[in-house]
């Protein structure tokens, strides 16, 4: 874990050096930097207080939703500290819509491909469409490594280059035949004020699904914990055949009731 945590913040660095020193996007950090929220937040996280750093970086959010740096950190926390992939994604990807001109976008879309890989390596199995999927990322990760490689060397950029984060090793797919590729439950974004689930945990029924839902968030509300997405991708699999990020808003859903 020691060496994810070192890789946190190598990333972190290498996205404030690529931030010019003048412009719209270095005026907006310095001004999120004066959040006295986001300061402590920070100052817990490198005295590796890690908890302490989540909770305030949540009400960081809370209070201030469109404050990128806190979805930038937070989400390298949940990816490099706690494995979580899902969390991470979603932090990663809120950031690149508050800040789109960003000149660190393609080392951001590079992470969120790197967490996609451990996400779909974490799985206790791996279909041929998730082997197909990762093959691709790995491609287009070497890709976005050249280019992020190539901007951090150019005459105009003072900022010294620092290593990517190491794909972990597998031994090569075999090819697979044609088909949607799986990814994380990502699909869709959380809306500022989900409406009220229309199921209850004690009983067996059904839930419609609303704008900004995905099954983890789903599971969050009819059962109080969102890891437990899997029995209601289980009991929906006929009506997902994209796999659980295919939930579409309006959709009717079976939910098991709760063991």
Request: some cysteine.
């Amino acid at each position: 874990m020691q060496w994810r945590f070192h890789l946190m913040w190598i990333g972190l660095a290498l996205l404030m050096a690529f931030a010019p020193g003048c412009g719209l996007g270095s005026l907006r950090d310095k001004r999120e930097d004066r959040d006295p929220l986001l300061r402590r937040a920070r100052e817990k996280n490198t005295a590796k207080d890690i908890e302490g750093a989540v909770e305030l970086y949540k009400r960081v959010i809370d209070k201030r939703p469109t404050l990128a740096r806190a979805h930038l950190e937070l989400a390298l926390i949940y990816d490099n500290q706690f494995e979580d992939y899902v969390r991470a994604i979603y932090h990663y990807e809120r950031y690149l819509e508050l800040r789109p001109e960003a000149p660190e976008r393609e080392h951001v879309r590079s992470l969120i491909n790197h967490a996609l890989i451990y996400f779909a390596a974490s799985l206790p199995e791996q279909p041929n469409e998730s082997v197909r999927m990762i093959r691709m990322l790995r491609e287009e990760n070497a890709a976005l490594r050249a280019q992020v490689t190539a901007l951090s060397q150019a005459p105009s950029s003072t900022a010294p280059s620092s290593p990517s984060r190491a794909l972990p090793t597998a031994p090569s797919p075999q090819p697979a035949p044609a088909a949607a590729p799986v990814v994380a439950p990502v699909a869709s974004r959380p809306s500022p004020a989900p409406p009220a689930p229309t199921v209850s945990a004690a009983n067996a029924g059904t839930y419609v699904v609303q704008p900004g839902d995905t099954l983890s968030r789903i599971a969050g509300r009819v059962y109080g914990d969102s890891k437990r997405w899997q029995p209601i991708y289980d009991a929906n699999r006929s009506s997902l055949p994209g796999g659980p990020q295919s939930v579409r808003v309006g959709q009717t859903l079976i939910i098991p009731k709760q063991d």
